[in-house]
């Protein structure tokens, strides 16, 4: 279980925001959040990814990590891009409202915004060798993305992007990125709850997975596999992946989540086959590209 949590980064958008399709509690309270960050600790969990976005995540942070026995657990917070002082006042706002001089990693939120404004590198590259930051990167939504990074050389050292079993596009370029000596931090392991749902209660939007979800489904049942456990193992199982962000609402939320490590067995019976579930039409696999 140690070794699972700490291929985990603990997700902070649900402490700032009432966030996911699966979502009936709405935001956590203060002291539910605090019960929350105080057992991702216990557990073996080092990282929060966390987003000046996420509504009054890194506020909520700010006031809770001090309450924490050292060591804290290391950050990762995303900025929009815009001019380098627009950025680097961005930076300077999200380390006040976490109260901290300096995080593990700083994310460009949006990738079309450093393309628009490519000196907002300037900006994180002058905070990481101010060490404000140790790693700066995007997070990213397209493998054509990571290709357009990798050509400009631009100095990434940290990258954020989906994978699970049904978004795999990502796959083939994880040697590559790991070649350039750039982190991989991956979410989206549930499909913001979707993959979850059972099957004949999805909208109609959603009908054209219903078969593979059903498959999906009844392959984690054949082998006594919990579908949270097959699909958190799947997202985790690339070597080149460092971190796998996921998001709760409970510790009894979490310890489910890190006692997905202890079916590695099973798991291994069923990967091979995960592969076949992959899907390639961006419809289903962009929750921006959801019905609203």
Known sequence: ??????????????????????????????????????????????????????????????????????????????????????????????????????????LFHDFAGQQQWPEAWGALQAAQQAGQTERIGVSLYHPWQ????????????????????????????????EAAGIEVHVRSAFLQ?????????????????????????????DYQLPLEALLLLFAASFPQISRLVVGVDSVENLRENVQAGQYLTQFNQVRTALATFAEHDDTFILPYAWPR
Do not use: C
């Open 1 to 106: 279980m140690q070794d699972f949590a700490q291929r985990l980064a603990l997700g902070t958008a649900q402490l700032g925001l009432a966030y996911g399709i699966n979502n009936t509690t709405g935001q956590p309270s203060l002291a539910q959040a605090a019960a929350l960050l105080k057992a991702a600790q216990e557990i073996g969990i080092t990282l929060l990814d966390t987003a000046a976005a996420y509504g009054d995540s890194e506020t909520r942070l700010g006031q809770l990590l001090p309450a924490l026995a050292k060591p804290w657990f290391r950050l990762v917070t995303k900025v929009a891009a815009g001019s380098r002082s627009e950025v680097t006042s961005q930076l300077r706002a999200s380390l006040q409202r976490l109260g901290q001089q300096r995080v593990y990693g700083v």
């Open 146 to 177: 990571a290709e357009w990074l990798l050509e400009k050389r631009l100095p990434v050292s940290l990258v954020q992007l989906p994978l699970n079993v049904l978004d795999q596009r990502f796959v083939p370029l994880l040697p590559v990125l």
């Open 193 to 221: 709850g979707l993959l979850l749902r059972n099957p004949e209660q999805l909208s109609a939007f959603f009908a054209p997975l219903r078969g593979k979800l059903q498959r999906l489904h009844q392959l984690a049942a």
